[in-house]
């Protein structure tokens, strides 16, 4: 197996609420909600960098698409990493998703490593790190 991911699904509760933030809120372009003409087939796709896609898909499709039971979710059970160029990217980025309805999890502030980052989370709890790294360059991982 090679090491890429191509997709990262975030189950969700509410497809139009989500659909809403991502898309209207944080202006992720997509086509909105297709295959609704399927029975647990509605789901959003959102094209991030080239090869990679966020799909939302309901919580309840994916057990029974999976075979498993829907379980509570954890906020840390991973988080989505969006690294930017500046700290002022990171305040714009915090502010765009505070105005779109995400829960401010931790304000940005400077960090131990010397790069400045905050968290929020969506309106399903999926959290959000947005985080200027002066180590890393955003345009250079495709940001």
């Known amino acids: 197996m090679k090491p890429r991911i191509t997709v990262i699904t975030l189950g969700v509760e509410d497809l ?33 960098q080239p090869g990679l896609r966020l799909a939302l898909w309901p919580r309840k499709s994916i057990a029974h698409d999976s075979g498993l039971v829907t379980g509570p979710a954890s906020p840390t059970g991973m988080t989505l990493g969006h690294n930017v160029s500046s700290k002022a990217e990171v ?20 960090t131990f490593y010397g ?28 940001a």
Not at 91 to 110: E, F, L, S
Request: no cysteine.
């Open 16 to 48: 139009e609420l989500s659909l809403r933030f991502y898309r209207d809120g944080l202006g992720f372009p997509t086509e909105g909600i297709i295959g609704e003409e399927f029975e647990y087939g509605a789901v959003v796709f959102i094209d991030l």
């Open 115 to 142: 790069g400045y980052a905050g968290y929020f989370q969506d309106p399903d709890g999926h959290l959000w790190e947005v985080v200027w790294n002066p180590q890393w360059s955003a345009e250079a991982d495709g």
């Open 91 to 110: 305040d714009a980025a915090m502010a765009q998703a505070g105005a779109a309805g995400a829960r401010i999890v931790k304000p940005a502030q400077d």
